[in-house]
């Protein structure tokens, strides 16, 4: 059985993220190394706090997002599924003469996450002590003997906090969240819930031909310094910054109708054949309904409330949106990241 969005939004649910990539970096030039291949600023972490950053191209491509965490002497790197390997391979390529040392930890633990309303509750009610609220704040706690991280991090925008869980206990920490009425949420959920929180995933909502600064405002203020100093990919979104915009931005957006249009369905003006794509889109409960979407639109067609035609069979219409209807709380333009310490 998996939980429904009520039960997120009222008490809880989890995610199963064994497949993302944990990697812990030591060394004592740890934090020069990893300062020059990231995008935001490490340089204020201090044990029990993390930044959102995000890995570039020289060219400025994204080729990952992720987050850093201060933890025991060294960094613990949390990368996505369909990232983490080529990532990490590539920042193995980068050390040359650093005394830097990268160590997966996939073998021994893996990632979950307790989404909801009543996040904490259900993590008090396990014998857990919730983390601090400042996005990414995190320390260990002990259950059944193992060692286990939890991290808070929103990825719904009802709240939660993820949870770094030793293999040894891992299916007896499952069984224990069910225990507790807190369900398993399926793909589906995960992808309604991400979208109506403005998170992106991915090689879905962009690939590597995508610049890091063309994700929206919230992204860039959350995972991109520009204060920081040299980094790859810097010059490239340095150039942009000053320019004051990209060409296009990732943008939500409501569609008309009860059609859910396909990903890389085109979007289009009276006057113009394509001023976007669609990167994906479903039926949101906090849309009542409706459909929201996400893609990418040219900045002279990206304002809040200007239509665009949705090159869907028959076609319809979309509406820009000014935000994300439930937005995660580190992407909020209020939201205090200072104890992430590397927040631009």
């Known amino acids: 059985m998996n939980a429904r969005y ?10 199963n993220l064994t497949d993302w990539g944990l990697v812990r970096v030591v060394g004592t030039d740890r934090l020069r190394f990893l300062q020059g291949q990231t995008t935001n600023d490490l340089r204020g972490l201090t044990e029990g706090t993390g930044v959102y950053t995000a890995f570039c191209t020289p060219t400025g491509q994204l080729l990952s997002d992720a987050y850093v965490l201060e933890a025991e002497d060294g960094f613990l790197l949390v990368l996505p ?7 990490t391979a590539r920042l193995s390529e980068a050390i040359i003469l650093d005394d830097v040392v990268l160590m997966p930890l996939q073998e021994a633990v893996g990632l979950l996450s307790v989404q909801g309303g009543a996040a904490d509750e259900v993590l008090e009610e396990m014998g857990l002590t ?63 819930l991400r979208y109506e929180a403005g998170i992106p995933q991915a090689g879905v909502d962009w690939s590597e031909r995508t610049l890091a600064a063309e994700m929206g405002a919230a992204f860039v203020r959350s995972h991109i310094s520009y204060t920081k100093g040299c980094y790859v990919g810097q ?5 942009i910054h000053a320019r004051g915009h990209t060409n296009r931005t990732w ?11 396909s990903r890389g369905t085109t979007l289009s003006v009276p006057d113009r054949a394509e001023v976007g794509w669609i990167t994906g889109a479903v ?7 409706a459909i929201l ?45 200072t104890t992430s310490a590397g927040s631009p």
Request: a negative charge.
């Open 6 to 15: 009520e039960q997120v939004a009222d008490y809880a649910g989890w995610l």
């Open 283 to 289: 039926h949101s409960p906090a849309l009542r309904g």
């Open 293 to 337: 979407a996400w893609g990418f639109v040219r900045n002279e067609y990206a304002q809040p409330e200007t239509t665009l035609q949705v090159a869907t069979d028959p076609p319809t219409q979309a509406v820009i949106l000014p935000a994300a209807p439930r937005q995660a709380n580190h992407l909020n333009a209020h939201a205090d990241l």
């Open 81 to 87: 599924a369909d990232t983490w390997g080529d990532l």
């Open 235 to 239: 010059e490239v979104l340095m150039r």
């Open 130 to 192: 919730p983390p601090p609220a400042a996005p990414l704040a995190h320390h260990l706690c002990y259950w059944q003997k193992a060692q286990i991280r939890l991290v808070r991090n929103d990825r719904t925008g009802f709240g939660g906090v993820d949870l770094i869980v030793p293999y040894a206990v891992m299916e007896e920490f499952r069984t224990a969240l069910i225990a507790t009425a807190c369900l398993p949420i399926d793909d589906a959920l995960a992808t309604v």
């Open 251 to 261: 943008v939500p957006m409501r569609i008309q109708g009860m059609t859910v249009p």
